[in-house]
């Protein structure tokens, strides 16, 4: 869940604006004198208190991009992997093997996978196989990512999921490094912990014999 909210605020386009009181068309001088007139002060004909004036604290143009870390990230892709696997949606071909650009081709590629709904095709560089690209695009519910950008939102979105081998291979190298990772640091803390506790008994027989 944390994984797809931040790809879609990454991908939000942030470009809501409202004029305020410097934006807004209007002129500057003063309406009237400030004391006198038994009227309220005004400064501007674009004050936010006039109609037509400028927006006080309206939404301006912004990222809402954060950053999100990359342990998480790996961890959720492999949830949603998994998810695949069971299910019996994550498909693994050779490789994608399109000799010429025609979409009815690779569409009848894809109903013989038994891929009815939509497919999310992972490749390890989507724009390196120019045919595979030009087949694809054209077909209404198929999306060609590269394996270093597939993401939990891809495989949650689609219902098939078809790696090409050495996409998934290339996928499965970089979350086996997350885990030899935490392995690692796992077997460091295990070590630390018993040096400390074998180094205890040592310090409280000293301290007992230099209190007798």
């Known amino acids: 869940y944390e994984a797809v909210t931040h790809y879609r605020a990454a991908h939000r386009a942030g470009t809501h604006a409202t004029k305020n009181k410097k934006l807004v068309s209007g002129a500057g001088k ?3 004198k400030q004391k006198g007139t038994g ?13 037509h004036g400028g927006t006080v604290h309206g939404p301006q ?3 809402y991009d954060y950053r999100f870390p990359r342990k998480k ?6 949830s949603a992997l998994a998810a695949k696997l069971s299910d019996g949606k994550l498909v ?20 013989s996978l038994k891929v009815d709904k939509g497919a999310l095709l992972v490749e390890v560089a989507n724009h390196s196989n120019r045919n595979l690209d030009l087949s694809s695009r054209n077909l209404e519910g198929v999306e060609l990512v590269s394996s270093s950008e597939v993401h939990p939102f891809h495989l949650l979105r689609y219902d098939r999921a078809i790696f090409s081998q050495p996409a998934i291979e290339k996928l499965q190298l970089s979350l086996k490094s997350l885990s030899s990772k935490r392995e690692h640091k796992a077997g460091e803390g295990d070590g630390k912990a018993q040096k400390k506790a074998a180094r205890s ?12």
């Not at 008994?201 to 007798?212: D, L």
């Open 39 to 51: 009227r309220a002060r005004v400064g501007s004909i674009r004050s936010p208190l006039w109609r």
């Open 201 to 212: 008994p040592r310090t409280r027989t000293k301290k007992a014999a230099e209190v007798a």
């Open 73 to 78: 990230l790996l961890g959720a892709l492999r």
């Open 61 to 63: 143009p912004r990222s």
């Open 30 to 32: 003063k309406l009237w």
């Open 92 to 111: 693994v071909v050779n490789a994608f093997d399109v000799k010429e650009p025609k979409t009815q081709v690779f569409r009848e590629a894809l109903d």
